[in-house]
């Protein structure tokens, strides 16, 4: 029989408060501070830094709103511990400009009116820089050809080319990002103008 049926009194585990100091380098910048061990890399950039690019959206991973780069790799900010990260080299929408000079595929968005309602373009931004340096380095997605040079591994392990990018393969690796304005379609051109 359960405990609680019998009426037991069960003193609540004490809320333990972990914090350390960790190292990060945002928007070039290092930076220590010390974080909760529970707060995530998206609520350190929006609390701590001041950096409201990210977004939290569904705060589950699912739609791309906070994504920003972890050391060159596109992320879910919302999904990692600031704790876990320590000495990381994050990237968010507003790192990518080189002072006043848009990052081109900031400049393609612009150009192109990538966006609506705007909530989800810095993710989507960040997530495109992040996919094109993927595709450049050869990593094969799940539209990527079985006979493209990308898919075919060298004796190391590694892909032997870049993965050309057509739209197909474009909506594939952005398909993390969602935007509920729909404005896929001027996307995938504002990328496609970044490779072009």
Same mark, same amino acid.
């Given at each position: 029989?359960?405990?609680?049926?019998?009426?037991?009194?069960?003193?609540?585990?004490?809320?333990?408060?972990? %914090?350390?100091?960790?190292?990060?380098?945002?928007?070039?910048?290092?930076? /220590?501070?010390?974080?909760?061990?529970?707060?995530?890399?998206?609520?350190?950039?929006?609390?701590?830094? #001041?950096?409201?690019?990210?977004?939290? &959206? =569904?705060? %589950?991973?699912?739609?791309?709103?906070?994504?920003?780069?972890?050391?060159?790799?596109?992320?879910?900010?919302?999904?990692?511990?600031?704790?876990?990260?320590?000495?990381? /080299?994050?990237?968010?929408?507003?790192?990518?400009?080189? @002072?006043?000079?848009? %990052?081109?595929?900031?400049?393609?968005?612009?150009?192109?009116?990538?966006?609506? =309602?705007?909530?989800? /373009?810095?993710?989507?931004? =960040?997530?495109?820089?992040?996919?094109?340096?993927?595709?450049?380095? #050869?990593?094969?997605? %799940?539209?990527?050809?079985?006979?493209?040079?990308?898919?075919?591994? &060298?004796?190391?392990? /590694?892909?032997? #080319?870049?993965?050309?990018?057509?739209?197909?393969?474009?909506?594939?690796?952005?398909? @993390?990002?969602?935007?509920? =304005?729909?404005?896929?379609?001027?996307?995938?051109?504002?990328?496609?103008?970044?490779?072009?």
């Amino acid at each position: 029989m359960d405990s609680l049926a019998l009426g037991a009194d069960l003193e609540p585990e004490p809320v333990v408060d972990e %914090h350390s100091a960790v190292t990060l380098y945002v928007n070039g910048e290092e930076t /220590t501070l010390t974080v909760d061990h529970r707060a995530t890399v998206l609520e350190t950039l929006r609390e701590d830094f #001041g950096l409201t690019g990210a977004k939290k &959206g =569904c705060d %589950h991973g699912q739609c791309g709103a906070c994504t920003v780069l972890v050391d060159g790799r596109r992320v879910n900010s919302c999904l990692l511990l600031t704790v876990a990260r320590n000495g990381a /080299t994050i990237t968010t929408v507003e790192g990518l400009a080189d @002072g006043e000079t848009l %990052h081109p595929v900031q400049q393609a968005f612009v150009e192109r009116d990538a966006l609506q =309602c705007g909530f989800c /373009t810095p993710g989507q931004i =960040c997530s495109a820089v992040g996919m094109l340096r993927e595709a450049a380095d #050869g990593h094969p997605s %799940h539209a990527t050809a079985p006979d493209s040079p990308a898919a075919a591994a &060298g004796p190391d392990g /590694t892909a032997t #080319g870049a993965v050309v990018l057509d739209a197909d393969e474009i909506r594939e690796r952005m398909s @993390g990002n969602l935007c509920r =304005c729909g404005a896929y379609p001027r996307i995938v051109e504002a990328i496609e103008d970044v490779i072009e």
